[in-house]
């Protein structure tokens, strides 16, 4: 077994046990790296290796003179929209290509003190806005899964990729309507959306600042309740991040479902949807039904209006979130601008690229004079109702069970002439962030060689339930997916 | 739902984005087909149901009004694309 296939509680106990140091570990991963990332899965915009083996030499130092620490000497890549003090933080778009963070995000300051090491930024879609990681300003990210012609799901997908290929024990990725659990899915990695406050907000790009929540991509589902324990907690920085106690989320994972209550929502298993998903999601089910928890079917009736008021409500955030771009303070800035004004429209219009235009188009005319009641306003009524729908259906159930994606992994480029295609990839899991919820996807099997996800819904604050239902499933179904083989090509 | 090329363009210069012709087209036929499946939220009546922004139970949360430390000059220039000094430097605002 290589250092590389292990879980990253396998891989701290042997840290912990002095049988592997935190360097022989780092230079492991950055060897893995090397081979197969440039030009083949292309899951890191940055590495970075003097760092990464300086910070491992300094967890080795700290355990030599006896200390210990939730991650010590852990290895692992953050989403390159996670500020990151003296790191190139590109946000996946040529607007921030060459920008250098002063600080680093409450995320990022939480892991290191945690003792983890930075072994770079990952892919994905240029300001979190895409579902298949193709509107990096950079290059595609590869699927590990099958013959590396499918995307990796977005817009974490480098994220995803980097766990599911090994490149990195765990990663961490944002989700605004999806974005960690959909390329969790698509890569066959576990994946969680916290609650909306749960994990602080601040050094995160913003995108929509509603509905923007970070959370881990892992190999199981004991890894991602450990690093959802560290990166949980109040900060006086994020004014919308929740003042409650972070409980022991490994204490949740008890492998008993007796008694526990889970909704399946009837809505979700849509139109569109590929018979391999639903036969999948529908094992995994059955599987849990076994367990002794008790199935029962709800309806959550406004979910077919979620996909629409999220492309109103998360668009309207953008295009005030993105106003910042203004070629002034940091970023990409047009040098042939004349004026002010021809300064931003040329820094803007070179700057981001087609998909954060469009998002910034559809949300300044969503919000513009005549048209904010009928698009904005009412994509926030919805919102209510889409909450309430939730609110219902948890009077009745701990949690809920539902696909993460209708599809498996697409083909790269099938969908980038369809942006309203490429929205509909995020139907199943849009809703949960218009209510701010918790949702976790776990691997259920394979379709046609490739990936499916089970989604597990969680109430407000509900993570202990949500990992207790998928460690049980994970468990039963023999262990975690086993991670694909992969051969480095010349 | 139709959105003309003149409100495509009023929209960029809202958002201080500047197209190309090429771009106008496209976004015209792509936020046409966008907004057309939109309007299928107007077939719910919601006319009592208040608007949610935001889904947690926290309102003005205030601090105390204590003095920190704050970025250094230095810092806050670090990736300005262009300075003279200790300030930004900008394209002229008035002509």
Redesign the interface.
């Known amino acids: 077994m290589a250092l590389t296939d292990l879980t990253a509680l396998q891989a701290l106990a042997e840290l912990r046990a002095g049988r592997v140091s935190s360097e022989e570990l780092t230079r492991a991963y950055l060897d893995r790296i090397d081979a197969l990332d440039q030009g083949l899965i292309q899951a890191y915009v940055t590495v970075t290796p003097e760092l990464a083996l300086e910070q491992a030499r300094a967890a080795d130092a700290r355990r030599r003179a006896g200390e210990d620490a939730p991650l010590l000497g852990l290895p692992m890549a953050l989403k390159d929209l996670v500020l990151t003090r003296g790191v190139r933080t590109t946000c996946g778009s040529k607007m921030l290509e ?3 963070p ?2 680093d995000a409450t995320i990022t300051s939480k892991l290191f003190d945690a003792g983890a090491v930075l072994l770079g930024k990952t892919n994905m879609d240029e300001f979190a806005m895409g579902s298949s990681t193709e509107n990096s300003a950079f290059f595609p990210t590869r699927n590990p899964w099958g013959d590396l012609s499918r995307v990796p799901g977005g817009s974490s997908g480098g994220s995803a990729a980097a766990v599911a290929a090994k490149l990195a024990p765990f990663s961490i990725g944002s989700d605004t309507g999806g974005s960690i659990r959909q390329p969790a899915s698509l890569c066959g990695v576990v994946g969680l959306k916290p609650t ?2 749960r994990v602080s907000r601040y050094g995160l790009i913003a995108f929509a600042s ?1 509905l923007d929540q970070l959370g881990p991509l892992t190999a199981d589902v004991a890894d991602c309740a450990l690093i959802t324990e560290v990166i949980s907690g109040h900060d ?1 920085r994020d ?2 991040s ?1 003042d409650v106690p972070v409980p022991r989320y490994l204490d949740a994972l008890t492998g008993d479902l007796r008694g526990v209550r889970l909704g399946v929502p009837k809505e979700y298993f849509v139109d569109g949807m590929e018979p391999g998903v639903a036969a999948s999601i529908q094992a995994a089910i059955e599987k849990l039904r076994g367990l002794g928890a008790e199935i029962g079917e709800v309806s959550l009736p ?1 979910s ?2 979620g996909l ?2 999220y ?2 409500i998360a668009p309207a955030e953008c ?1 005030a979130n993105l ?1 910042r771009y ?8 047009a040098p042939d ?10 820094t ?3 700057g ?1 690229g ?1 998909e954060v ?2 998002r ?3 949300g ?2 969503a919000l ?1 004079s005549g048209y904010y009641d ?2 904005y ?9 889409i ?1 309430q729908d939730f609110d219902r259906a948890f009077e009745q159930f701990d949690a809920l069970l539902a696909p993460t994606s209708p599809t498996v992994a697409f083909g790269i480029g099938s969908k980038v002439d369809d ?2 295609a490429m ?1 509909l990839n995020d139907v199943c899991t849009i809703p949960v962030n ?3 919820l918790p949702g976790l996807s776990v691997p259920c099997g394979l379709s046609d060689g490739l990936p499916v996800g089970l989604q597990v819904i969680g109430k ?1 604050l509900g993570e202990s339930m949500v990992l207790r239902v998928a460690h049980a499933y994970e468990q039963a179904s023999g262990g975690p997916l086993t991670r694909p083989e992969l051969a480095a090509s010349a | 739902m139709a959105i003309s090329r003149e409100q495509v363009e009023h929209v960029a210069h809202l958002a201080r984005l500047g197209l190309s012709d090429e771009e106008t087209t496209r976004l015209q036929q792509q936020l046409s087909q966008i907004l057309g499946h939109m309007q299928m939220i107007d077939a719910l009546d919601t006319s009592v149901i208040p608007p949610t922004a935001q889904v947690i139970p926290l309102h003005s949360v205030m601090r105390d009004d204590v003095a920190r430390p704050s970025a250094s000059n230095a810092d806050i220039l670090q990736n300005a694309p262009r300075r003279e000094g200790a300030f930004f430097k900008v394209p002229p605002v008035l002509e």
Do not use: C
């Open positions: 060459n920008f250098v002063i600080e909306y406050g509603s006086p004014s919308t929740l406004h077919d209006y629409a008021a492309y109103i295009s106003a203004d070629g002034v303070k940091y970023g990409y800035s601008a004349e004026t002010m004004w021809d300064g931003y429209y040329k803007r219009g070179r981001f087609p235009k469009r910034i188009m559809l300044t005319y513009s009928a698009y306003l009412k994509a926030q009524k919805i919102r209510t109702l909450k942006p309203l929205y218009l209510a701010g407000p």
